[in-house]
């Protein structure tokens, strides 16, 4: 009878500890206003930061770009006819292909 009591109190023992563990899993920190707020700000500052690094980087290849065309188009007039056609010809396609694409992958989503 006393080992079935020892065994008893051990399992119980167990038990109690492990709905302890439970219960301070099951309740996480509440934050406060302030480090609320503090999180917000990081978020924004963090936000604002990618978006100056990628206005940049659009500003930088537009200009590369543009650069690029107005060469082209006074060194060889040509050569930009050619660049503009080809640009009619292709940009359809790419933009087929990459519709079709779309519509396969949500197609494939809500099936």
């Known amino acids: 009878m006393s080992k079935q009591n020892n065994r008893d109190k051990d399992l119980l023992t ?3 500890k492990d709905w302890k563990q439970l219960d301070e899993l099951g309740s996480p920190p509440i934050p406060t206003a302030q480090q ?3 999180q917000l700000h990081m978020a924004k500052t963090a936000k604002r930061k990618a978006f100056q690094k ?3 980087m659009f500003v ?3 200009l ?3 650069a690029a065309f107005t060469t082209a188009m006074f060194q060889a007039p040509m ?3 050619v660049i503009q056609v080809s640009a009619l010809v292709v940009a359809p396609i790419i933009f ?3 519709h079709k694409n ?3 992958q949500e197609g494939s989503i809500l099936s």
């Open 102 to 104: 779309r519509t396969k």
């Open 96 to 98: 087929y292909t990459l």
């Open 36 to 38: 609320m707020q503090e």
């Open 60 to 62: 930088i290849t537009a």
């Open 79 to 81: 050569l930009f006819i």
């Open 54 to 56: 990628e206005l940049g």
């Open 64 to 66: 590369i770009l543009l």
């Open 14 to 16: 167990t038990l109690h």
